[in-house]
């Protein structure tokens, strides 16, 4: 770790104040320092120390008395340590200089080392691009990029700007996006995110947006504004700093002034008890740590690859405890794929062949998914000629047999009744004589879901409510397999924030309600919901516009990882806050009541300091 | 309008409060924040008097802590 050229001056004359200090300590306690001959001579021993460690600061006070600001942190300690000086502690008021500039020095590389991880961490800008234009490749910066553009991104490097393949393969690295380290594979045609890095292969890309609306610039500028949003805890630690140093000063000036002037007390015992509240008169521990906190929580979110908004949502997060989920899209792949298949008579296999056969020339999506469902080579069937039926299914001619594949209606006209299957889409296939089965497809619940929430709710969530437009049916069917304890059908888009927001009155004010959904038109429930997850937001702005997290694949167990973060944070905070004040008002009680010496206020402070930093610097490595 | 310059060494968090205290009291200026974290100052004022708010800014910054700098 490189300091600067100011904190290794500070550390040189931290320890050579140190050995100097020690010297003098080993001198008077062999009794060698009695020998001088004057008061003040002893005194100039131990002032040499005292002037070489606190000379910046003594001389910061004097310049803001000048500017008429009292009471700040350099201010008290001059006025503790000359205080000290004047009733005979030497030692005690080197000490505390010493170990002021030992902890602020720490406290500097403490924040320094957070602020070099948080910009690593988002050390994602692209800084060249490669221009083709007619053949020859030129370097430009990715701010002048245009749509339409096509630029070239070999191996190694990070794609500049949004764009589509036109050609070439590659697997790419999305892991400062998405926090994932399976590498992804991308084909012509495929869409192309600022800030991947391309592992292998050559791409020919063209530019889609300008580098300012590309992925890359807007997570960018997301992280960084997402600490100037406060938590409560923070909030409250600013404003608690701004009563409890003046207070703590009021405090000790009347102990230093009341006891001998009223009880004729000794002067210098009494200032000796004030000195102790001015050492400890310092709200830096909580200043500092806990705001650091929130910073390391937000960082290891974006790490895995959750975007935070800001330390208010984090602390939102952590006290979720209920979670509304979207389903298309959010708990189901937001594509139709075959889920059942029902033979009359006979096998699935040759069933789904059959039907495949059949929409073989058909392009209607849910086509596609019984042909890619399909395992058996088609190239054994005789397909002939093929006709679709607007509104009902197709009628295709297969092994000189004509096949109807279609809905209840098509059916019906064939003379075969049949039931509307209840959940999803039905695909009846039939011949003119007989009726061969059903086909459902139908969006299915993603792989991991129900996991996903199960943990969920060994983190603490309570209930975990479903909303859908879908039919009841459909809904109950995807709720059957998820652990959830409440299932909305049938909604509209308006419907939805009306349901989330009955939701918001049933929760108590101390916990918060969480939406989570894909952001295509959730906004305005993102919006009502205390913490509204955007998932699968790689590249779309108005998700992450709408959002307080955004969650940038759409791994729903990056919303366990989400509360785990979140909950570490709000408890290394309070920890924090629980701990510095702990330790103050112990040791201000044993200063007033004459037990504690000064020693042990310093080592209060600064350890108190030390440690609080330390602690909320755990919060950058939560997994 | 907004907008953001980069806060050079601000070595406390104590510190960056009352600066933004301070710059809040320059005339013409609506809002201003400073993130401690982020090293970020974000001012809310007239496009015109920039120039002039930046000034009164550095000073206030140079009267709490000397040695932080304000860049453009």
């Known amino acids: 770790m490189r300091l600067s050229k100011k904190d290794r001056h500070v550390l040189v004359r931290i320890v050579s104040t140190a050995a100097l200090f020690l010297v003098l300590l080993v001198a008077e306690h062999t009794g060698q320092l009695e020998r001088l001959p004057s008061v003040w001579l002893l005194r100039a021993c131990y002032a040499v120390p005292y002037f070489l460690i606190g000379y910046d600061i003594l001389w910061k006070s004097l310049k803001n008395v000048c500017h008429l600001r009292f009471f700040d942190e350099e201010q008290l300690m001059l006025y503790a340590t000359v205080a000290a000086f004047c009733i005979g502690e030497y030692p005690e008021a080197t000490a505390v200089m010493l170990l002021f500039q030992i902890g602020e020095l720490f406290q500097r ?24 234009t007619d053949g020859a490749i030129e370097e430009v910066d990715p701010e002048d990029l245009v749509p339409g553009d096509i630029i070239v991104v070999k191996a190694g490097e990070r794609v500049p700007v949004d764009g589509v393949v036109v050609h070439g393969v590659a697997s790419l690295d999305t892991a400062a996006l998405t926090g994932e380290s399976a590498p992804r594979d991308v084909a012509p045609g495929d869409a192309l995110y600022s800030g991947c890095i391309n592992l292998n292969g050559t791409l020919r890309v063209e530019v889609k947006k300008k580098f300012e609306d590309s992925t890359v610039a807007i997570i960018l500028e997301m992280v960084e504004n997402a600490s100037d949003k406060k938590a409560k805890t923070e909030a409250f630690i600013t404003r608690f700093a701004h009563v409890y140093t003046p207070a703590v000063i009021a405090a000790a000036a009347l102990l230093a002034l009341i006891p001998p002037l009223v009880l004729h007390g000794d002067w210098s015992e009494w200032i000796r008890r004030a000195c102790i509240f001015l050492v400890i008169s310092c709200p830096c521990a909580l200043v500092i740590s806990v705001p650091l906190s929130f910073f390391g929580g937000i960082g290891a979110a974006s790490r895995a690859g959750v975007l935070v908004k800001g330390s208010n949502c984090l602390e939102a997060v952590a006290k979720m405890t209920t979670v509304v989920f979207d389903r298309t899209g959010t708990l189901t792949c937001g594509r139709f794929s075959v889920t059942d298949i029902r033979p009359a008579d006979g096998d699935k296999t040759a069933l789904l062949a059959l039907a495949a056969a059949a929409e073989y020339y058909s392009d209607h999506p849910i086509a596609a998914s019984i042909r890619a469902e ?32 279609g809905n209840e209606a098509l059916m019906r006209s064939l003379g075969h009744t049949q039931q509307p299957v209840e959940t999803g889409t039905a695909v009846h296939v039939a011949t003119a004589a007989r009726y061969l089965g059903v086909i459902v497809i139908s969006d299915s619940v993603k792989p991991g879901a129900a996991e996903a929430l199960c943990r969920l709710k060994q983190n603490g969530v309570r209930r975990c409510i479903m909303l859908t437009g879908d039919h009841v049916s459909a809904a109950g069917a995807a709720a059957a397999e998820l652990p959830v304890d409440d299932v909305r059908a049938e909604l509209l888009p308006q419907d939805k924030v009306a349901a989330v927001e009955e939701l918001l009155k049933t929760r108590s004010s101390k916990e918060t309600l969480g939406f989570v959904g894909d952001g295509i038109n959730d906004a305005p429930v993102l919006a009502c919901a205390d913490v509204g997850f955007a998932m699968g937001t790689l590249g779309s702005d108005a998700a992450i516009e709408a959002a307080d997290v955004v969650i940038m694949d759409d791994d729903l167990n990056k919303m366990n990882a989400a509360v785990r973060i979140a909950r570490k944070t709000l408890r290394i905070a309070k920890e924090n806050i629980a701990f510095a004040l702990g330790v103050k008002a112990a040791v201000l009680l044993l200063g007033a009541l004459g037990i504690a010496s000064l020693w042990l206020a310093v080592f209060a402070d600064v350890g108190v300091m030390m440690l609080a930093v330390l602690n909320a610097m755990r919060t950058l490595r939560t997994k | 309008m907004k907008k953001k310059f980069k806060l050079e060494s601000v070595d406390c968090a104590h510190c960056a409060e009352q600066m933004a205290v301070l710059i809040r009291k320059i005339p013409g200026v609506n809002d201003a924040s400073i993130n401690f974290m982020t090293q970020r100052l974000i001012i809310d004022a007239d496009e015109a008097a920039f120039p002039e708010i930046l000034r009164l800014a550095q000073k206030a910054c140079d009267r709490v802590d000397d040695g932080c700098v304000i860049k453009v």
């Open chain 1, 374 to 405: 399909n395992q058996v080579d088609l190239t054994n069937f005789a397909i002939g000629s093929s006709e679709t039926l607007t509104g009902q299914g197709v009628k295709t001619e297969v092994n000189d047999e004509m096949v109807w594949a």
């Open chain 1, 109 to 132: 590389i403490a924040v320094g080392k957070s602020r070099k991880s948080i910009s690593d961490l988002m050390d994602i800008c692209p800084v060249v691009a490669y221009r083709e």
